[in-house]
């Protein structure tokens, strides 16, 4: 059994949620894009209702909401127009994870918001974030918003993305070595986090989650595990929301990169080929009946 299997079947008590007011549950914000663009953000914020965060409000731009709207029910919505907008927003305790980058977009209300999570204060970092998508682009952009993150963050890169935030190690990790012992991905899992601060989950067949402290564990889907209909859009955006979920919910930061990465994977398998991105959530009710019994 793995250690992310471990994990989720020693949370099973408090996933199944035997007891409880929704509030204990967490309140998980997801922001969205603009016009045309809220799919990620929404797919994300399904994720992370269906695994179990209390609430999940979709923070989206003026233009976005008629078109959040008339596609959500469960998930609730809020008016985010700007950094000050979304600095209200936080102002409400409740709230304990955040996930932006999913649809984000990378023009100018985009940036307010990453900067104002990662350069408005180690405030806002109290609440454990994750960012994806755009969000690791802008990271990328500019050395300052590198050095805001802490423990309390998860970056989701995939290879492009990674390359774009850490390019010294991502060249490292793609020369091919005429000795050994080869320069890894796991070593370069760790080595990005422990230069960031945060945790860091590079995904792939072969995904590797690292800690600052050097913690690392690799969750594959290959072999028996494999399942290349997983490669589909917004399938990212679905294990984001996952662990932002989690995270809601209480679990550390790593801990929660490790079951959503699983959970994840035991979805697309329960789920078969034909999969899309919008089956992942609707998934997850029988994978953790499955893990109950």
């Known amino acids: 059994m793995s250690s992310a299997e471990k994990i989720v079947r020693s949370a099973l ?7 409880g007011h929704k509030f204990d549950h967490g309140h998980a914000l997801i922001l969205s894009g603009g016009f045309g663009r809220t799919g990620a953000a929404r ?43 979304l600095g209200a927003i ?14 984000l977009g990378l ?43 802490n423990e309390h963050a998860v970056l989701t890169p995939h290879g492009g993305e990674f390359a ?21 991905k796991v070593d370069a899992t ?13 995904k792939g067949p072969d995904t590797a989650i690292a800690h600052p402290d050097g913690r690392c564990s690799v969750h594959t889907s290959t072999y028996g595990r494999e399942v290349p ?8 955006d ?3 929301g996952f662990i932002t979920g989690l995270m809601a919910r209480g679990f550390e930061p790593i801990e929660a990169c490790e079951a959503a990465a699983w959970l994840h994977v035991e979805c697309a398998q329960a789920f078969g080929p034909g999969l899309i991105a919008e089956d992942l959530p609707e998934m997850l009710p029988q994978v953790l009946r499955a893990l109950d019994t």
């Open 13 to 19: 008590p408090n996933l199944a949620k035997r007891h």
């Open 43 to 85: 797919l994300a914020a399904r994720g992370a209702l269906r695994i179990g965060a209390g609430l999940v409000t979709l923070g989206a731009p003026p233009s976005a909401l008629m078109e959040v709207a008339s596609q959500i029910t469960a998930l609730m919505l809020a008016r985010v127009a700007d950094a000050a907008a």
């Open 90 to 103: 936080l102002d409400d305790g409740r709230i304990n994870a955040l996930c932006l980058g999913p649809g």
């Open 107 to 149: 023009h100018d209300r985009a940036t307010s918001l990453v900067d104002a999570v990662l350069c408005g204060g180690h405030l806002r970092l109290t609440r454990r974030v994750v960012f994806d998508a755009d969000a690791l682009t802008l990271i990328a952009r500019e050395p300052q918003r590198m050095e805001a993150l």
């Open 164 to 184: 774009r935030l850490f390019p010294d190690i991502s060249e490292k990790l793609s020369v091919v070595p005429d000795r050994g012992p080869a320069y890894s």
């Open 190 to 202: 760790r080595d990005a986090a422990k230069r960031c601060g945060a945790v860091v989950l590079f």
């Open 229 to 236: 209909w997983l490669a589909t859009a917004g399938a990212g």
């Open 238 to 240: 679905v294990l984001a």
